[in-house]
């Protein structure tokens, strides 16, 4: 199965964050900024990395960019060229759209003209975002070190009415399964017998290689 590709619009701290995540967890990027410096700052992190106008309808076709899977809208102060670049990129049809929003008028608008999702970035790190659009069943995504963190999973469908033992998760992918949320019950260090329900929220902690790995088989579950 081919991987996903992604691109990302803007190279400022929130964007070239998702850029790096995205790279690092093995996902061809295409990091895309209108300054010279900026690309050739993220140039050895991310897989291409271009110096293009985004609000210029003929250079995003140029880098066809219809064709990644998602794209990335991070600009920073320039809330009308995220605008224009918006409305160019639904224009040019592209699949799934994510929009960097400054405040909730600019999230408003972007998402009535065509935004798939808007994030806030005082809200929701890069980092974290870059792990959302790799797995929609992760509801977050915590990092306790550099090397290992926590997520929260929607159990997907394959899991339901499965136990942990017939999922094995510490066996397949290393990673431990802290606790399960069922509404608002809490069960932590639940049992190997203990049964996966729809709507079940599953905490895992473990290695970021290892979570990545588990992430993306859920990704393609």
């Known amino acids: 199965m081919a991987k996903k590709q992604y691109a990302v619009i803007g190279m400022g701290r929130f964007g ?131 090397d290992y963190s926590i997520v929260e999973i929607k159990a997907p469908w394959h899991m339901i009415g499965k136990s942990l033992k017939q999922l094995d998760i510490r066996a397949k992918y290393k990673c431990n399964v802290m606790a399960i949320k069922t509404g608002a019950k809490m069960n932590i260090a639940p049992y190997a017998d203990d049964l996966i329900h729809e709507d079940d929220i599953i905490v895992i902690v473990g290695k970021n290689s290892d979570l990545t790995n588990l992430e993306i088989a859920y990704s393609e579950g």
């Open 16 to 146: 070239s964050s998702i850029a790096k995540a995205l790279t690092d967890m093995g996902f061809e990027v295409l990091a895309i900024d209108s300054s010279e410096q900026r690309v050739q700052d993220v140039v050895g992190t991310v897989t291409h990395a271009v110096s293009a106008d985004s609000t210029d309808e003929e250079a995003l076709r140029a880098l066809g960019i219809r064709n990644f899977d998602v794209v990335v809208v991070a600009i920073g102060q320039d809330i009308q060229a995220s605008i224009l670049t918006t409305l160019i990129l639904k224009d040019l049809g592209v699949k799934m759209l994510i929009v960097k929003a400054q405040n909730e008028l600019h999230g408003k608008v972007v998402h009535k003209i065509g935004a798939d999702k808007v994030v806030f970035p005082e809200r929701d790190m890069g980092i974290r975002v870059a792990h959302h659009l790799v797995s929609p069943n992760i509801l977050d995504y915590i990092e306790l070190s550099d």
